[in-house]
């Protein structure tokens, strides 16, 4: 019975032995067949596209037009079809690699065997508008502008196209298996989206584009600093940069952004400053046609003088001598307080690596000076400034005297769809309601009246300030080079907009820079009673 026993317990060992055996053998070869089919598979980033940058509107300006391709895979390529759009030759190529290849068909759709048709967003267009804002990419990441700033986010909230397909070890495509196109879903407005108006930013472009080879111009909502418009000249194409490397007049520079002699557009600063120091806007003074600071002569451009004027004539007829006489009532402190809080001599930060340029004041002990002080009276000297910091001056003497904070990104809609909002920031009172109201019929008058005539719009008024800003610097002919300026707002009663051009090296302010800000307000009006 024992022998019995044992015999029985050996061949139950045997056979539960053989079971294990052979699930284990069975569970190997599954296991195997999965990790053979997951080896196989293999996934290709066909086209993967940057989050966009969006105007106020949220009208791309960038990853407009759509470009069409296809993926074929050579080993089941129908090649009666694709003969159609390649030659042999190159196909060749395409057979050699025997691997999926993507084709460029010119956009137009191909059916057959083996071919599947894609679309991705090419960045930059042709007539791109803003591109000194956009910015550019090199080796696809963001080298400038926006592009830039936002780097992590556009290239984090992007949208990508892969295609997933199983192969064998050489690379063939294992048949019967399914091939698989998966574009990412993404928030379609996924990006950056700007202060600017894409039709406003036209309007401005073509305006400054007429006859100004190198410049700016700004437009400003004049209640919060919002730039509707950021256009400079020369311009670049996006996707070309190469070509511009060593071309001349510094396309690369933005030129809204960056400093430069202001010129007699500084004479609205020092005028606020005397008012809100109680000089009155009857001060007269008598133009000789020049006047003398401690043994310096000042020249009025007028060589045999105004006459007997006032605050509003000097500033109609854009007269030095009583603008130097003015400061040196007003006292060098005081202006230089108005011009700082007036954001003179600060950058404006709009994001990462961003910014622009603060200019340059000169030193309260420098001031003291009353030479210094002089030129300082009538935007010489040291003093630069930027189009964007004219414009919130601008918007100041339009909004009741208040310096806005400019602003070109308005926020972020991430690939969710959630929407991040930039910080506003309150406007600072800088000029009493009456000092601006002063000011703003007084560069109305200049308008109708004075040197700046020719920024008059088709309908209605405007006020402004012309400057011809001499800079210290000569050409190779020996001719000191003369920066054109127009800074004003529109429309005169209501204001709305405020208004920046400068035109680098063009003489007269009244002659070069007025003209655009005429076409840019005839613009806007014919946008806004359309």
Not at 20 to 28: A, E, F, N, P, Y
Not at 39 to 64: W, Y
Not at 370 to 390: N, R
Not at 495 to 503: I, L, Q, T
Request: charged content about 25%.
């Amino acid at each position: 019975m024992k022998k019995r026993m044992v015999s029985f317990f050996c061949v139950f060992l045997v056979i539960m032995g053989a079971l294990i055996l052979r699930v284990g053998k069975i569970s190997g070869e599954g296991i195997s067949k999965n990790a053979a089919a997951l080896q196989s598979r293999r996934t290709l980033e066909l086209s993967k596209t940057r989050a966009g940058i969006f105007d106020r509107n949220l009208e791309p300006l960038v990853n407009k037009n759509q470009k069409r391709r296809i993926l074929v895979f050579p080993d089941i390529l129908d090649l009666s079809v694709i003969g159609d759009f390649f030659d042999r030759d190159s196909l060749a190529e395409v057979f050699s690699k025997k691997e999926p290849s993507v084709l460029d068909t010119g956009g137009k759709i191909v059916e057959g065997a083996g071919i599947y048709n894609f679309s991705f967003p090419e960045r930059y267009s042709e007539n791109s508008l803003a591109v000194h804002v956009v910015g550019y990419m090199n080796g696809g990441k963001g080298v400038f502008g926006i592009e830039k700033s936002f780097e992590d986010f556009l290239s984090e909230n992007g949208s990508k196209t892969t295609v997933s397909y199983y192969a064998d070890g050489t690379g063939k495509l294992l048949s019967g298996e399914e091939i698989l196109l998966d574009e990412e879903k993404v928030f379609e407005k996924s990006g950056v989206v700007l202060t600017l108006d894409s039709k406003i930013q036209k309007i401005t472009e073509k305006a400054l584009s007429k006859g100004v080879e190198k410049g700016a111009a700004v437009v400003m909502d004049v209640k919060n600093g919002e730039i509707l418009a950021c256009a400079s000249f020369p311009e670049f194409e996006q996707d070309k940069i190469a070509d511009y490397l060593d071309a001349e007049n510094s396309p690369f520079i933005n030129r809204a952004f960056s400093a430069y002699s202001v010129g007699s557009t500084w004479k609205i600063v020092v005028a606020a400053a005397a008012l809100e120091s109680g000089i009155l806007p009857e001060k007269t003074f008598e133009c000789t046609g020049k006047i003398e600071v401690e043994g310096k002569i000042y020249k009025c451009h007028w060589e045999n003088g105004h006459g007997e004027i006032d605050m509003e004539k000097a500033l109609e007829i854009s007269c030095n001598p009583y603008f130097i006489n003015l400061a040196l009532e007003t006292g060098g402190e005081k202006i230089l307080e108005t011009a700082k809080n007036l954001g003179f001599g600060s950058s404006v930060d709009f994001g990462e690596n961003f910014s622009a340029a603060g200019g340059n004041l000169p030193l309260e002990e420098e001031l003291s000076a009353k030479t210094v002080l002089a030129s300082f009276a009538f935007g010489q000297g040291k003093l630069l400034a930027t189009p964007v910091q004219l414009g919130v001056l601008a918007s100041a003497v339009a909004n009741g005297g208040k310096a806005v904070t400019p602003k070109i990104v308005l926020g972020t809609y991430d690939k969710n769809g959630i929407w991040s909002e930039t910080p506003d920031y309150a406007a600072n009172p800088v000029m009493s309601e009456k000092t601006a109201e002063i000011l703003r019929k007084m560069m109305i008058n200049v308008v109708e009246k004075g040197s700046g005539a020719n920024a008059k719009p088709k309908n209605g008024s405007a006020g402004g300030k012309t400057a011809s800003a001499q800079t210290g610097q000569f050409d190779e002919n020996g001719n000191e080079i003369i920066h054109a300026w127009f800074i004003g707002f529109y429309p005169a009663e209501k204001p709305e907009f405020a208004v920046a051009v400068f035109a680098e090296g063009m003489d007269s302010g009244g002659d070069f820079a007025a003209p655009v800000f005429k076409s840019i307000c005839d613009g806007i009006d014919l946008l806004n009673n359309n």
